[in-house]
């Protein structure tokens, strides 16, 4: 490994973390955002999630832009992006103007994801590409797994802002190393267009589905809904048409394998994704934890899924894959429906068994 590889190593591993931390950390901080800006629960929800759905709508452009105009180009505006926006997240005046910060901070996130990955491949040989991608994904978990506890600490000890200050400073040590060493050769180029047609269906398209989830079942839910489902069938079908699509929809249709596990890894984080936002504010509200203390109790789903990831990958390499899959969406199931019978009396050690269950369902 060439110092300049590790170097880029180091930068995408402190990235992997980042963004992970911040998602894990925000949530504890929900109950005190919410008393200072008077917002309500849907309202607030928004600020863990406007920042899910920017990445979710420009994953696939940002991705796609990546291969045609330099990965590291684009890894680089985005980090810039997140820098910027993570500051402006601090010093949010309103709940409106955090949420508006959030979405963009969504969308330089997604500059980030949709290179990292590649990047490495572009880097690393095969014979070492498979050390640093696990080395980056062990930082997704270590980020995901301390931003609870110290996203609870960074809270109480010296407010809800201070979470994103310290997002600022380390996306700004991240973006000053991308611009000094990250290497020209990792920019490939292509002729190839842009789809711009197809982008801006998925993403008005899966807009609109998300919103009109929120306001359910209102009409104008429902209206919303049914909006969102036709523009993505409509995405499809044009992306089958397309010569250079963004998103290779073919993939799906002639690999069922492939077909079916991203939909069991949809319906597995849909049912999943607000586990910690209403844990952290059940954990506050009702049973009346500090965020630090809340934010001890929900590190346990996460260091848990980062110790036995390891050791469910080599169980997956003796045992049928989807077997050890199953298993976990069975584990993962039973997790929440325990949660779903809690009550303001339901005693800490059956929530912690709760979230040990997720942790090795989703491991």
Request: proline letters at 6%; glycine letters at 10%; one cysteine or more.
């Amino acid at each position: 490994m060439s110092p300049s590889s590790r170097t880029i190593l180091a930068v995408l591993t402190l990235t992997s973390l980042l963004t992970p931390f911040m998602g894990s950390s925000i949530n504890v901080a929900l109950p005190p955002i919410a008393t200072e800006f008077q917002m309500s629960a849907m309202s607030l929800s928004w600020v863990a999630f406007s920042f899910l759905l920017a990445s979710a709508v420009f994953l696939l452009p940002m991705g796609r832009a990546a291969d045609l105009y330099g990965r590291a180009r684009l890894f680089t505006i985005g980090i810039g992006g997140y820098v910027v926006t993570s500051f402006m997240c601090a010093v949010a005046p309103s709940g409106g103007w955090l949420i508006a910060a959030r979405v963009l901070q969504g969308i330089g996130a997604a500059m980030i994801f949709g290179t990292s990955t590649a990047i490495l491949s572009d880097v690393f040989p095969p014979g070492e590409r498979g050390r640093a991608l696990g080395i980056t994904v062990s930082a997704v978990y270590f980020g995901l797994s301390a931003g609870p506890l110290f996203g609870g600490i960074l809270t109480q000890q010296f407010g809800w802002r201070s979470i994103f200050y310290v997002n600022t400073v380390v996306a700004l040590v991240v973006l000053v190393f991308a611009v000094r060493m990250f290497p020209r050769d990792v920019r490939p180029r292509t002729r190839e267009p842009f789809d711009l047609q197809g982008a801006l269906v998925y993403g008005v398209s899966l807009c609109a589905l998300m919103f009109g989830i929120s306001l359910l079942p209102h009409i104008n839910g429902a209206l919303l809904v049914a909006t969102g489902i036709i523009g993505l069938l409509v995405f499809i079908r044009w992306e089958l048409r397309v010569p250079a699509p963004v998103l290779d929809v073919r993939l799906f249709r002639g690999n069922r394998v492939f077909g079916f596990s991203n939909l069991a890894a949809l319906l597995n984080y849909s049912a999943t994704a607000a586990t910690a936002f209403l844990l952290s504010l059940y954990l506050q509200y009702t049973k009346g934890l500090t965020p630090q203390q809340a934010g001890t109790v929900l590190i346990v789903q996460p260091v848990i899924q980062a110790f036995l990831s390891p050791l469910a990958g080599r169980l997956s390499d003796r045992i049928e894959p989807r077997r050890v899959a199953s298993l976990g969406m069975a584990m993962t199931a039973a997790g929440l429906g325990s949660f779903a019978f809690l009550t303001a009396e339901t005693s800490q050690p059956l929530i912690i068994i709760g979230l040990a269950f997720l942790g090795v369902g989703f491991a």
